[in-house]
């Protein structure tokens, strides 16, 4: 399928994820007009566990995982974490035991956000959840946890933050190729790719993907963890790392990050992000999250309406999902 090297993986994903276009959406804004197209990347749509942009990521660490013989998987996230719930998921299917650390890092207290979303399939999936205390230092608490288990005689493979790992990010390294075929299926090619970033490892994968295919498509990615700064420079060096893993040192690819969505920070509401998370249920029946893609597809709406894309454009938005996130924020998405 493809001339890259893949350090191999666990499959979780039966198929090709679909593009759509969305017409409504286009006709409500009165594109057409300018003959600007959108599509959407339906990652949300993968089939395990309530779906999401992780699982890609998943079946890479799932794989090195069972590699390197370990009895346990370990990783972290906020309480609301869709990675966590997707690693709870993935560790069910695969049978290995999984133990998610979450701190509780957003001001939010209201008990949807604290029990029920990403939380209460957390638990259906089986996983061991420890909640770290107000004052924990959260790193020290992690690695007391994994030494408990290997004292224990346990083999815990350690999963960072969003499985955003040069390994990690060979699942966008195939989405990039997956992506490609679909322009060549549809007779189209995609003038602007859009996504939320988090933990980075999505965009740097695409980046790095279309980097290795040598596609010059724009990739625009609206940061919603860090500032502006931070976030180029997580992405640069992931997609460093994984072009390495490639045996490639194309260092010639550019990094386009936009914290304007971000509001008052990680997981805190936006009104733009509620706009836009109503726009797309309320034109096309699909389902954006409040942390993430809701934020970026705000950003998307955004330069629409300012006329920053230019006439023509092919524009594709990545659904990464986390609706399972939208329960626990019922309080603040209702009228
Ligand atoms: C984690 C996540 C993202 C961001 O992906 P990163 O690889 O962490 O940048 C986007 N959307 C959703 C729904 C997510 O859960």
């Keep these: 399928m493809s001339k890259f090297t893949f350090p191999g993986k666990k499959k979780l994903i039966d198929s090709v994820t679909p593009i759509i276009r969305l017409n409504n959406f286009e006709r409500s804004l009165d594109l057409v007009h300018d003959e600007i197209k959108i599509y959407v990347k339906r990652d949300d749509l993968t089939a395990l566990g309530g779906g999401g942009n992780k699982t890609r990521k998943l079946e890479y660490h799932l794989h090195q995982a069972a590699l390197t013989g370990a009895t346990r998987i370990v990783t972290t996230g906020g309480l609301q974490s869709n990675h966590a719930r997707l690693t709870a998921a993935c560790c069910a299917h695969q049978n290995i035991p999984c133990t998610l650390i979450l701190s509780n890092n957003v001001a939010i207290q209201d008990d949807e956000y604290q029990s029920n979303g990403n939380l209460l399939l957390d638990s259906l999936f089986g996983a061991e959840i420890i909640k ?6 959260f790193g020290e608490l992690t690695e007391s946890v994994i030494s408990q288990y290997e004292q224990a005689g346990e083999k815990v493979y350690f999963i960072p933050l969003g499985g955003s790992t040069a390994v990690g990010c060979m699942g966008y390294v195939d989405a990039a190729i997956e992506i490609a075929e679909q322009e060549r299926e549809m007779d189209t090619t995609f003038t602007h790719i859009y996504v939320a970033n988090g933990s980075s490892g999505t965009q740097a994968g695409l980046i790095a993907g279309f980097t290795l295919l040598s ?17 180029q420079q997580n992405t640069k060096r992931l997609v460093t790392e994984t072009l390495a893993l490639q045996a490639s040192a194309s260092s010639v690819f550019s990094v386009n990050i936009d914290d304007s969505q971000l509001g008052k ?36 709406m955004h330069d629409l309406k300012a006329k920053k894309i230019a006439r023509g454009a092919n524009v594709l938005f990545v659904m990464t999902g986390g609706t399972p996130g939208l329960f626990a ?3 603040y998405l209702q009228n």
């Design 132 to 137: 770290a205390l107000p004052g924990d230092n």
């Design 215 to 231: 596609n010059p498509v724009y990739i625009k990615g609206y940061s919603v963890l860090f500032d502006k700064v931070v976030t």
């Design 265 to 300: 920070g990680y997981g805190l509401i936006t009104k733009d992000m509620r706009d836009a998370l109503e726009c797309l249920a309320r034109t096309e029946g699909l389902l954006l999250d409040p942390v993430y893609s809701g934020k970026a597809f705000a950003g998307l």
């Design 329 to 331: 924020y019922s309080r």
